[in-house]
């Protein structure tokens, strides 16, 4: 099981202010800031880190890596992914269904400032809110 994660930078300031706005749409926020780093936290959220390689060396992406940050809604993983635009992130893929099931896995792809990359995804339906009204079966016309 993944206990936390973390990516480079070469701009602590600038991964900073992208990822404080980034993780509030989501209820996260910077809990810990130590020269040369900054961690992320929401309550039963993957603790998420980003900061200046230890060895300090550059800050490079990884081939094959990336962060996938699961969103409660698919209208989070639209907001979120233009947000990351917005903000000076790069288009890997925009948000819509991957694969055959309508009701399966709907992502968008991304990357942030350093070019690391990150997938923001909703898997299944959206969950029906106190404001979705819910079928009543004894008004419901049964054809």
């Known amino acids: 099981m993944l206990g936390y994660s973390t990516l480079g930078t070469n ?35 993957l603790e ?3 900061l ?12 094959g890596a990336m962060v996938a940050l699961q969103a409660p809604s698919r209208a989070k993983v639209r907001e979120a992914f233009d947000l990351v635009l917005q903000r000076g992130g790069a288009d890997e893929g925009a948000p819509g ?13 991304m990357r942030d400032l350093d070019g690391n990359k990150l997938c923001i995804f909703r898997f299944g339906p959206d969950t029906p809110t ?9 008004t419901e016309d049964n054809r």
Request: charged share 20%; glycine share 16%.
């Open 11 to 45: 701009d602590l300031q600038a991964a900073t202010a992208f990822y404080d706005e980034l993780f509030a749409l989501f209820g996260a926020g910077r809990v810990l800031e130590q020269p040369g780093r900054a961690v992320y936290y929401g309550a039963g959220k």
């Open 97 to 109: 269904i991957r694969g055959e099931d309508p009701n399966g896995f709907y992502g968008a792809y």
């Open 48 to 50: 998420f880190g980003v």
């Open 52 to 63: 200046k390689p230890f060895n300090g060396q550059t800050a490079t992406v990884g081939n």
């Open 130 to 138: 106190r404001d979705t009204p819910t079928p009543n079966p004894e």
